[in-house]
T-cell receptor, first 113, second 117 residues
């Protein structure tokens, strides 16, 4: 069935390190792909999105490219900051109405000074 | 833009009482809203999809009579946890999709932490 698989955490990085969080998906149609971020005690915030193959979503220094050939949407950032510490969720949206929404299990990131 | 609010942000109640959580889209109309439940350090579990003017669609295993959902307008959906018990304690998050965009993002509320004593 349709699903999203994220790399397991937790991930701990030093400030200014390079970040990659892997996300792959399985979908019967042509999904839209998203990354959400959840800071402690808060709801989810949309970080970036891509709606078709080869699209690159970017926001706040984070990037992810919709790769249809590898069914992936890996999240990257060149230089992480302490304030990036959060849980990151990969998600996909499917269906004519887009109401089929699938989340990955989340990857916890801690950035240490 | 695309702000979703929830009220209350946290609530503590006694076992057996009912609790209502409101979800509002503040600057857009949402024909569809979603209710999720999140346990500590886990992903979101979709409970139900709420459509304005019609009955909610519940996910398998979610009790309709326990989690009452009403989507009275294009900007408001409510979740009522009836006869709450300690096992209902959780973080409840709503989201909304801007009408009529298909496959657009869901915008999430800040969540409501429910503690049942």
């Amino acid at each position: 069935g349709d699903s999203v698989t994220q790399m397991e955490g937790p991930v701990t990085l030093s400030e200014e390190a390079f970040l990659t969080i892997n996300c792959t998906y399985t979908a019967t149609g042509y999904p839209s792909l998203f990354w959400y971020v959840q800071y402690p005690g808060e709801g989810l915030q949309l970080l970036l999105k891509a709606t078709k193959a080869d699209d690159k979503g970017s926001n706040k220094g984070f990037e992810a490219t919709y790769r249809k050939e590898t069914t992936s949407f890996h999240l990257e950032k060149g230089s992480v900051q302490v304030s990036d510490s959060a849980v990151y969720f990969c998600a996909l949206s499917l269906g004519n109405t887009g109401n089929q929404f699938y989340f990955g299990t989340g990857t916890s990131l801690t950035v240490i000074p | 833009g695309a702000v979703v609010s929830q009220h209350p942000s946290w609530v503590i109640c006694k076992s057996g009482t009912s609790v209502k959580i409101e979800c509002r889209s503040l600057d857009f109309q949402a024909t569809t809203m979603f209710w999720y439940r999140q346990f500590p350090k886990q992903s979101l579990m979709l409970m139900a999809t709420s459509n304005e003017g019609s009955k909610a669609t519940y996910e398998q295993g979610v009790e309709k009579d326990k989690f009452l959902i009403n989507h009275a307008s294009l900007t408001l959906s409510t979740l009522t946890v009836t006869s709450a018990h300690p096992e209902d304690s959780s973080f409840y998050i709503c989201s909304a999709r801007e009408a009529p965009r298909r496959q657009g993002p869901q915008y999430f509320g800040p969540g409501t932490r429910l503690t049942v004593l």
